[in-house]
């Protein structure tokens, strides 16, 4: 089994390639810093089985495209696609510089939707295959000091809904993860305690058994948020 994750160096997509490569996944793992992909590929790297990283900005077009052209050379099929690479730049929308809105727009949107094409297309050839959206609770309702961020969010989730429709006549599963606040490098210096978050763990646990559920089962969407934050 192999399983492409973007953002894949910090907070849920690493923990989402630890437990996929502890399970038996060969993994391709997508990020902008190389230092970091290094890093964790030696932390995990085993002989015998494939661990493949790529250095991706994937706010720029061109990088993506690299990237997809790339992996389909090196890498094969992948059964599982994990869309977490995102961006938070927090701000009041109506104040803000136009490029922070773009920013997010090419990395929360318009990234998830080149890569989903890409290999949502392999997959319906395959008749077999579960993209997993890595959306937030910011999808659902705008976030305080979070404007752009929302309406980006909010746009993957539809992105999700769309290819959930396309792909499940060819057996190919889509599942949205709407996550509230998550211990990641984002809250870096919050003195509020671990125990009030989501932990990157909870989602990488949630995802394989998603993974395992059976052939006919499709797990459309997760909201997990915090107990009492």
Same mark, same amino acid.
């Given at each position: 089994?192999?399983?492409?994750?973007?953002?894949?160096?910090?907070?849920?997509?690493?923990?989402?390639?630890?437990?996929?490569?502890?399970?038996?996944?060969?993994?391709?793992?997508?990020?902008?810093?190389?230092?970091?992909?290094?890093?964790?590929?030696?932390?995990?790297?085993?002989?015998?089985?494939?661990?493949?990283?790529?250095?991706?900005?994937?706010?720029?077009?061109?990088?993506?495209?690299?990237?997809?052209?790339?992996?389909?050379?090196?890498?094969?099929?992948?059964?599982?696609?994990? #869309?977490?690479?995102?961006?938070?730049?927090?701000?009041?929308?109506?104040?803000?510089?136009?490029?922070?809105?773009?920013?997010?727009?090419?990395?929360?949107?318009?990234? #998830?939707?080149?890569?989903?094409?890409?290999?949502?297309?392999?997959?319906?050839?395959?008749?077999?295959?579960?993209?997993?959206?890595?959306?937030?609770?910011?999808?659902?309702?705008?976030?305080?000091?979070?404007?752009?961020?929302? !309406?980006?969010?909010?746009?993957?989730?539809?992105?999700?809904?769309?290819?959930?429709?396309?792909?499940?006549?060819?057996?190919?599963?889509?599942?949205?993860?709407?996550?509230?606040?998550?211990?990641?490098?984002?809250?870096?210096?919050?003195?509020?305690?671990?125990?009030?978050? !989501?932990?990157?763990?909870?989602?990488?646990?949630?995802?394989?058994?998603?993974?395992?559920?059976?052939?006919?089962?499709?797990?459309?969407?997760?909201?997990?948020?915090?107990?009492?934050?």
């Amino acid at each position: 089994m192999k399983a492409v994750i973007t953002g894949a160096t910090k907070g849920i997509g690493k923990a989402i390639a630890i437990k996929l490569w502890e399970n038996g996944y060969d993994l391709a793992l997508v990020a902008r810093n190389i230092n970091e992909l290094e890093k964790l590929r030696d932390a995990l790297f085993i002989t015998g089985r494939t661990l493949l990283i790529y250095a991706v900005d994937c706010a720029l077009k061109e990088d993506v495209s690299r990237f997809l052209n790339t992996i389909e050379q090196e890498f094969g099929f992948a059964e599982v696609l994990v #869309n977490n690479v995102g961006a938070f730049l927090p701000g009041s929308m109506l104040d803000e510089e136009d490029e922070t809105f773009e920013k997010q727009q090419n990395t929360n949107v318009n990234s #998830n939707y080149y890569i989903s094409k890409f290999f949502g297309k392999k997959m319906r050839s395959e008749q077999r295959g579960h993209i997993f959206n890595i959306c937030s609770v910011a999808s659902k309702a705008p976030v305080k000091n979070g404007g752009s961020y929302s !309406v980006t969010k909010a746009a993957m989730l539809s992105l999700n809904h769309v290819l959930r429709q396309e792909l499940a006549p060819h057996h190919v599963k889509v599942t949205a993860f709407l996550p509230g606040p998550t211990k990641t490098s984002s809250w870096e210096g919050t003195t509020i305690p671990d125990e009030k978050f !989501v932990q990157p763990e909870d989602l990488a646990e949630t995802l394989f058994t998603i993974l395992n559920l059976s052939k006919g089962v499709n797990v459309d969407e997760v909201l997990i948020t915090p107990l009492d934050f």
